[in-house]
């Protein structure tokens, strides 16, 4: 039995899509926070077969909920104070994400000027579509 201690305060990022725990830690870039990260991989799920999970104990303000919807809607986010799960955010779509993805448009401005930020607006909620703020190139690949 494997036995990952439980955390004070921090969250829990759970029904990660098996494999995937590693991509969203790279991400949510947790490698520049100081703080205790467990990541379980491939864990027995009733609901999915096989999930990841993610053991954060830093504060909950460090997390991109954004950036995490992006990725994946479906994930639970559970919020930890004092040893107790006090709050589970529900993810959404974001509206708008800057500087996750890159428009791979030749000819958009974001290929010319090297400065300007990456923004990509959500253009269809239903299939998760987004498309570039400035050539309205669709994002196409997966994370």
Do not use: W
């Not at 096989?50 to 303000?61: A, M, Q």
């Amino acid at each position: 039995m494997l036995n990952v201690g439980k955390i004070e305060e921090g969250f829990v990022l759970d029904h990660i899509k098996a494999g995937k725990s590693l991509s969203l830690y790279e991400h949510l870039q947790l490698d520049k926070l100081d703080c205790t990260v467990a990541i379980i991989k491939n864990a027995r799920s009733a609901k999915m077969g096989k999930k990841d999970i993610l053991k954060v104990e830093c504060d909950i303000n460090t997390l991109d909920l954004d950036v995490l919807a992006f990725i994946d809607h479906n994930i639970t986010v559970n919020v930890i104070k004092n040893g107790d799960i006090v709050e589970k955010k529900e993810l959404v779509l974001p509206r708008q994400i800057k500087n996750v993805i890159r428009c791979h448009n030749p000819r958009c401005i974001t290929s010319i000027e090297q400065g300007l930020p990456h923004i990509f607006l959500l253009a269809d909620e239903e299939k998760a579509v987004y498309r570039c703020k400035y050539c309205e190139e669709k994002f196409s690949e997966k994370f």
